[in-house]
């Protein structure tokens, strides 16, 4: 049985952890693969500012750190900001995987040109920094935003009548005005609209959470993982220094 990490980028309880849990459900996998969900200890309430984002970096960083060590054989990023992705790949010899990149790259299989659709328009950073790094701003159509500030613990529970209508609207924006060929979910927290939306609209719709599972999957029946020429390690482990700093960091409100 392979057995992958899955960080979630804020402390949460079990049952909020579970809304989560639940893209796994989402997506064919086959029956010799596992995928455990574990919070980070600490986090930023939001990604938004500079500061915010080292942080996350931190706080995913720490939550994956042992992950090789207590057996997993690959980690997964929830969160499109792919924050941790490349401390971890220097890490760590099992894959990391995050959503960011892996729903753009797909994106380019699947069509010529993608829009991204979200809930806030102060993650635009996100996406704009994916992009710079993979030189494939030119062929997003679009971000566009709901503008709605997002509830990272309860995700969009109780509020589908609302938000999914106003996706979809918003996706169909992108489609017939900035002639999107594909629509990527912003937001691993998104990730319950995706059925509506698939159904609804006549472009593919990427669900970025469980796409990271399946390219997962897909590494580690392959024996593929990321190159250490690209992801050198460290020449001095940093790893009870990283702990240390978690720990204390528990102690402040969220």
Known sequence: MKRVLVIVPFPMSEENRGLRRNQVGSVDLGPDIQFDFRSTRAAPRNYVSGS??????????????????????????????DSGVSALRSELSIPVVGPGRAAVLMAMMLGNSFSIITMWDRWRHLYEKTLTELGLAHACASIRSLDVVPDNQELLQGKEEDIFPALEA?????????????????????????????????????????????????????????????????????????????????????
């Open 52 to 81: 915010d984002m080292a942080l996350a970096e931190i706080g995913m960083l720490e939550a994956g750190l042992d992950a090789e060590q207590q057996g997993y054989d690959a980690v997964c990023i929830d969160t499109m900001s």
């Open 170 to 254: 918003l996706a169909r924006s992108c489609i017939e005005v900035d002639r999107a060929e594909v629509i990527l979910l912003g937001s691993t927290t998104m990730h319950e609209s995706h059925g509506y939306l698939s159904e609804c609209l006549p472009v593919p719709v990427i669900n970025p959470g469980p796409l990271s599972y399946k390219i997962a999957e897909a590494l580690l029946g392959l024996g593929l993982s990321q190159s250490r020429a690209a992801y050198p390690a460290s020449p001095v482990s940093r790893r009870d220094m990283v702990h240390a700093m978690m720990e204390r960091a528990e102690d402040f409100p969220h």
